[in-house]
């Protein structure tokens, strides 16, 4: 089993990263393959709706000068997703929003690629936001008919500066169960 955690922080190894590498310690620990795909960094253009993998039905977005076609075919190959990003202006971070945009339709448009893989997400927030976050990144998921990870609530960890999420001890405990609800649904699907 392969599940790809995507990064879409702007902060290489902040309080996004801190979650998902605690989702990770799960996975390790359950002798998951696990990677974490780092893309808020990146100069990732958004979609331009130009219909061209509608068309081509090639499995690539027709904006091939950055890391997204590439990524489609991790995402293909991984039997369980988790999207991670802070809130950045009360919603996804910018570049992590282009990214999903590009390769959820991509998917989309070539027969639902990522269908009943399993899936969850994460966010980090300073204040407000979470909520609107998770909700946006959810609708990624179920637009694509990935089976979303029964969660003890919504997967919101409070912290500003890197390390603060740390703090959030109930937001920790959140990420560890969902990781563990995520690690029974895979077994059982590969049962």
């Known amino acids: 089993m392969k599940i790809l955690a995507i990064n879409g922080s702007p902060r290489v190894n902040g309080n996004t990263h801190i979650l998902l590498t605690e989702m990770g310690r799960v996975f ?5 393959d696990y990677e974490i795909l780092q893309v808020g ?3 990732i253009r958004g979609c331009v709706d130009c219909k061209h993998c509608f068309e081509l039905m090639n499995e690539k977005c027709a904006i091939g000068d950055d890391e997204v ?3 489609i075919q991790k995402i293909k190959a991984a039997d369980g997703i988790i999207l991670g990003s802070p809130v950045y202006f009360s919603g996804i ?3 992590m929003k282009a990214f999903l945009d590009r390769t959820f339709y991509v998917a989309k448009a070539n027969g639902e690629l990522y269908k009943n893989k399993v899936g969850t997400v994460i966010t980090a927030v ?3 936001g979470g909520s609107d976050t998770v ?8 637009l694509s008919g990935i089976v979303p990870v029964p969660t003890p609530t919504w997967g919101i960890v409070y912290g500003r500066e890197k390390g603060e999420v740390l703090q959030d001890t109930d ?3 959140i990420v560890r169960r969902t990781a563990d609800n995520m690690v029974a649904l895979l077994k059982k699907y590969a049962g």
Not at 135 to 142: E, F, I, P, S
């Open 171 to 173: 937001g920790l405990e």
């Open 93 to 95: 971070a910018g570049t």
């Open 135 to 142: 909700d946006g990144l959810h609708r990624y998921l179920m």
């Open 69 to 71: 076609n590439t990524s």
């Open 28 to 32: 390790e620990r359950e002798k998951i």
């Open 126 to 128: 300073r204040r407000t």
């Open 41 to 43: 960094n990146k100069n």
